[in-house]
């Protein structure tokens, strides 16, 4: 079972990733980098801080930063540690009917993807905050997370069974650590400001 399961996503892999050619390459490798989205970041932060007061952004910014180094660590742990398996690029099985864009292809192992799962995780939690003010948000932010999650094929850095697992994972992350952030605001700042 699960080596069918791995086969399907070695031959959905290399589907997805030779579909590409080199005059979009460097669309894709704009789009996976994470410095280019700073600006999104400090966008999603400004709405943020206009929808929450200055103790409710100053909490929700802890929770963020919590919840992307959580997701970080946590993905590094599932690659290096638990289960090591091979990134494509790395993979002898197929590194030759592959597309690789660019020369490194990060570490070792690849199981699962980390930019798809921060980019989901925060475009869950963003998307959960925001969304009674600005209804469209969420549909943005979760078309940029799959989107991330297919640059990273695209590249030939992951597989897609890497990249569901990172937006499953994410999702949840994302999720959870909201519930965390609105738990925190009427646990200590609701609390404190309600008359006693």
């Keep these: ?6 086969n399907l996503d070695h031959e959905l892999f290399l589907y997805l990733n030779n579909l590409g050619n080199e005059s979009w390459d460097w669309v894709w ?6 410095k280019n989205w700073i600006p999104l970041y400090l966008i999603l932060l400004y709405l943020m801080y206009k929808r929450l007061n200055t103790k409710m952004f100053v909490l929700t910014i802890i929770v963020f930063i919590l919840m992307v180094l959580i997701t970080d660590h946590v993905t ?17 099985a197929i590194m030759h009917s592959m597309r ?4 490194w292809c990060g570490g070792k192992f690849g199981y699962f993807s980390g930019h798809s799962s921060n980019a989901m995780a925060i475009a869950v939690f963003s998307s959960l905050i925001l969304r009674a ?3 469209y948000i969420p549909i943005f932010l979760i078309m940029w997370a799959l989107i991330m999650g297919y640059s990273r094929i695209y590249l030939g850095v992951h ?8 937006f499953i994972f994410g999702g949840l992350l994302g999720y959870l650590f909201y519930k965390l952030d609105k738990y925190l605001q009427l646990r200590f ?8």
């Design 100 to 103: 690789l864009v660019k020369s």
């Design 159 to 166: 597989f897609p069974l890497d990249v569901i697992t990172g």
């Design 29 to 34: 490798m704009y789009y996976t980098d994470k």
């Design 189 to 196: 700042i609701y609390n404190k400001s309600s008359p006693q």
């Design 133 to 135: 003010r600005y209804k």
């Design 1 to 6: 079972m699960l080596d069918s399961i791995l």
């Design 76 to 92: 590094n742990l599932f690659k290096q540690i638990l289960f090591k398996r091979l990134r494509p690029c790395h993979n002898e």
